[in-house]
């Protein structure tokens, strides 16, 4: 069988570590579980790695479910993944708890070799607060300005590929909202982490429209 | 009639014009929404002005129905409200929406007088980026830190008081991590922008305990 880690749904950046602020981004899931979904009906084992608040597969928002009678299709389609044990769920919050979580998962999908396939649906910050640098209270209001310094999440991407899973397909998306630089980046990750394939989008026409940047393999005359 | 106003949930604050990211708290709007549940089984008229996607009175998380056979009987009061018009839900996100429609309805209540009580229980960001100084489209990562400077939110509890809505009863909440400042806070929040009644918390012990300061009125002898 084949296995696919999905990993779906944004990352907080707590500000405070008894977090009452958090930066967070737009992201609902429902590209990776309506994926997860895909990938379940055409026989994958999916380990679905998502914000513990966002869509899960077969339990999507009620936006996403324009007819009653799905539900009843959708329902049975969960309980079949349930009694087949082809679906494991593991929730994140932080971005802090989803990188911890996506190194093990990758280690564990290490023995599969190519039958593994890594789909980076989530949508990571790109920024966080080191523990170290992290406030221990509830940051206090006054009336001057208040100056946040994030810096760069430590980038997996390449260590994916490199050491923790080196075999694995590995699929990202590439969310923009500026046209003019979406395809550039795209081809720019491939170049840079070695990832099999990118999904590009434009913010405002996801759902209308996907560009797909895949890496070119060069063969020895086979 | 007696009429009250109740503000819940958190509000966000846009880091781009196209927003992606955004600062965010905590807040999943339960008390903001059983306390309407509270104020219409007595009776009160409620203007529930909520976060978009946070709880709703007698529609709250599920985590918080621990019974099935409460969700027949919320839905029978739900649709009593509903046929007896007495609660109106106007939905917002961003800190600008929030305020803007704070201003709004604060002023169409103001005939109420004394009949009118504003219970502000929505957790307002204390910080914003206004609009002149936004970034237009989504900020690009970098291997260097990025610093976001946040500028205090209008403070509209004061306006409150003395022109939107003089003679309403209004309660306003506070919420704190360290225990030590918890009262000072609250008091203070009454000297300074005349509020009558403060709910003070401390976020661990919310679900289990209340502070409450109240405004000590001077009586001429009456």
Redesign the interface.
């Known amino acids: 069988m084949n296995l696919v880690l999905i990993t779906s749904g944004g990352t907080?950046v707590p500000?405070?570590k008894?977090?009452?602020?958090?930066?967070?981004?737009?992201s609902t899931g429902s590209r990776g579980s309506i994926s997860a979904e895909y990938f379940l009906e055409q026989g994958y084992a999916v380990v679905f790695m998502h914000r513990e608040v966002s869509d899960c597969p077969y339990a999507c928002s009620p936006r996403l479910i324009p007819l009653n009678s799905y539900l009843c299709r959708l329902f049975n389609l969960y309980r079949k993944a349930d009694e087949e044990g082809t679906l494991l769920q593991l929730g994140f919050t932080s971005v802090h708890e989803y990188l911890f979580m996506l190194k093990h998962v990758c280690q564990a999908l290490q023995p599969a070799g190519e039958r593994a396939m890594i789909y980076l649906a989530a949508a990571v910050?790109?920024?966080f607060i080191p523990d170290h640098l992290m406030e221990e209270?509830?940051i206090q209001?006054?009336?001057?300005?208040?100056?946040?310094?994030?810096?760069?999440t430590p980038k997996c991407l390449s260590l994916l590929k490199k050491t923790w899973c080196p075999r694995a397909v590995v699929v990202s998306f590439k969310?923009?909202?500026?046209e003019s630089i979406l395809m550039k980046k795209a081809t720019g990750a491939i170049e840079k982490y070695k990832v099999d394939c990118v999904v590009a989008n434009i913010?405002?026409k996801r759902f209308d429209e996907v560009c797909l940047a895949v890496a070119t393999c060069v063969n020895d005359g086979g």
């Open positions: 907080t500000l405070e008894n977090t009452v602020r958090f930066l967070d981004n737009f910050s790109d920024y209270h509830k209001s006054g009336s001057d300005n208040l100056n946040i310094c994030l810096t760069p969310l923009e909202t500026d913010l405002k």
